[in-house]
């Protein structure tokens, strides 16, 4: 083969890719923004099943759980089959789910329908469209990220108004059947992602797999014309390359090893406690400003403010970690992005009427944003492009628990206080303290990759000294070698000299 058949091919940072950004915009915005949207349904729900806020809530807690949870089974059919197929399956699922939520008869059957069927379409559409910008894009990448990413404020810009319009027009029952139609544009945004190199690697790998066959088949025509005895140690072989363990396959697409990388291991503790008040107030919002006696078409437009900024903030916070003097330690930047998103939660409280409350959406939009746009750049950032689908995929997992927590925990504070201030307060404070415990740690990773990569230089330069004796000592014995028997004692004497050594 060829000296560059296995190597993976060059990102373009450009050209088809902008295609790839747009179809990971619209797919990573209905991933981001459609359980958000939801909320404007909530409570016609709970009015509709007689049920109460903690159990509304537990739609979007299924359905973002689901999303985050299903991260590994996505990586994995991404490592298989590719991301088109598997968002434009994602987008098949997404519809098929919103629309038998149309059906339901009970609160249950909405969690099977919008929280299991929809999150799942939503995972197989989240995780390909984050990989495959990595595979297109390398100096360009944070940009690209934060494009695709300004997708879920768009779409919850677009989303908040159209569902109170579809609401008010068709009832939840006929909304949830325009929006299954409406998610089937997903697998119109998967079409857009052409691998990049795969063809082509493909055939190489089948050509190869081709040749091996042909050889094995001729060893094996040669071993049956042989003897019995030699045809033995050939059936051992293939029975031994036969029996793999299961654990070997799994890790053939998930690398377990990232468990022992110190700076994935502290991105991984700081992201599950980010998420135990990530989603949550964003759930509540426009039920909070219903709450306090907001109109309906006010409090979805509270959602399209956030979104608003939100939209801005994700793309100049790409060009802004692309800078030269932010992208070196892009990771304190992400720190301080979450602990400024709990700070905005905490003053929320003393928001008490609608102008307060848009200034508030408008600060939790700029946050929200800034967390979004890094939020994966820092992960490739830590682990690199090659370990990044592995990344994703154990990290969404491990999320998913406090992201199926996070809004049911805030729905049964407002049930047991009957007061929406001391969610907000619970929110702030643990992304507060999240953004701390990132920022402390990253710092004490700067710390140890810098004396790990001072320690590494010594190394380097100590075997120079040690290759310059060891090459002295062998072109003395070539010279001695050389020398003739004149020489002959001292070579003796050096190997008795030697073997009373190996002998101590």
């Known amino acids: 083969p060829a000296p560059s058949a296995g190597r993976a091919p060059v990102p373009p940072d450009g050209g088809w890719g902008w295609m790839v950004v747009f179809g990971a915009f619209v797919s990573i915005g209905f991933a981001y923004a459609f359980p958000k949207g939801l909320a404007i349904f909530f409570k016609e729900i709970q009015d509709f099943f007689g049920t109460s806020y903690s159990e509304v809530a537990w739609i979007s807690s299924i359905m973002l759980a689901t999303t985050y949870g299903a991260g590994p089974i996505s990586s994995i059919l991404v490592n298989r089959f590719g991301s088109r197929p598997v968002v434009m399956f994602g987008g098949l699922l997404c519809g098929v789910g919103m629309i038998s939520a149309a059906y339901c008869t009970s609160i249950l059957q909405l969690y099977i329908c919008v929280g299991f069927i929809t999150g799942f379409g939503l995972a197989l559409n989240l995780q390909p469209s984050v990989i495959i910008i990595g595979r297109y894009f390398l100096k360009r990448r944070p940009i690209a990220n934060g494009l695709a990413m300004a997708g879920s404020p768009v779409m919850l810009c677009t989303l908040a108004p159209l569902n109170q319009f579809l609401f008010d027009n068709f009832g939840w029952r006929g909304s949830f059947l325009i929006l299954g139609a409406i998610l089937l544009n997903c697998c119109v945004a998967g079409a857009l992602f052409r691998p990049i190199g795969a063809a082509t690697a493909s055939a190489k790998t089948e050509s190869t797999e081709e040749g091996k066959d042909a050889l094995k088949g001729e060893v094996t025509e040669d071993a049956v014309e042989m003897s019995s005895p030699t045809n033995v140690p050939m059936e051992n072989k293939t029975e031994e390359e036969g029996e793999k363990d299961c654990c070997e396959k799994i890790n053939q697409y998930l690398d377990f090893s990232l468990f022992k990388h110190r700076g994935f291991l502290i991105y991984l503790i700081g992201n599950v406690l980010m998420f135990l008040g990530f989603f949550a107030p964003i759930v509540f919002l426009a039920p909070y400003a219903k709450h306090t006696g907001i109109d309906e078409y006010s409090a979805a437009f509270l959602l399209s403010i956030l979104a608003i900024v939100d939209m801005v903030a994700r793309p100049a916070t790409g060009i802004i970690a692309n800078s ?181």
């Open 324 to 504: 030269k003097w932010v992208r070196p330690r892009i990771q304190y930047f992400f720190s301080f992005s979450i602990a400024f998103n709990g700070t905005c939660h905490l003053l929320c409280p003393l928001a008490s009427s609608y102008m307060g409350l848009v200034v508030y959406s408008s600060f939790y939009g700029l946050a929200f944003g800034m967390v979004c746009a890094m939020l994966f750049e820092t992960l490739m950032d830590l682990v690199g492009a090659a370990r990044f689908t592995s990344a994703v995929g154990l990290v969404t997992i491990a999320e998913c628990c406090t992201i199926l927590l996070g809004p049911p925990i805030g729905g049964t504070l407002i049930d047991t206080f009957g007061d929406y201030k001391y969610m907000f307060i619970k929110c702030g404070a643990v992304m507060v303290l999240a953004g701390t415990f990132l920022f402390i740690m990253n710092y004490y990773n700067y710390r140890m990759l810098a004396k790990e990569e001072k320690e590494r230089k010594t190394r380097e330069e100590d075997p120079k000294s040690v290759r310059t004796e060891n090459e002295g000592r062998n072109n003395w014995n070539k010279d001695t070698t050389q020398a003739g028997p004149e020489l002959e004692p001292l070579r003796e004497k050096q190997e008795g000299v030697k073997k009373e050594m190996n002998g101590t």
